[in-house]
């Protein structure tokens, strides 16, 4: 059975979720939840998500985010989260139906 571990954020309310790769080490999956905003700084906590950390918002709505879990919102040119503001390029068949006169 493969084990993955996930960061979750302490702020009351927040749903925010880090997940991290199959078999990945601890220190990594922190590592990787630092780069996309989190704070976790400290081991023991308190553990805080991109959105808690830059401006108070906790994360309400499960999504599509691989930074907090949050939802996103479909751009022109991909996704953004609407808690993290994590932005997702578009997957590359998504591409492919752009118009590229349309810039």
Known sequence: ???IQAITCDTDICIALYVGQPGQV???IRLGAQRVGWDVDRLDGPH?????????ESVL???ECPACRGRTTTLRH???C???GHVLPPLPDEL???DPTDD
Not at 48 to 56: I, Q, T, V
Request: aromatic share 4%.
């Open 1 to 3: 059975m493969t084990m």
């Open 78 to 80: 991909g996704e953004a």
């Open 26 to 28: 601890p220190e990594l």
């Open 48 to 56: 805080r998500c991109p959105s808690c950390h830059r401006n108070g």
């Open 82 to 84: 609407q808690y993290c």
């Open 61 to 63: 709505e499960a999504g």
């Open 96 to 98: 492919d139906d752009e």
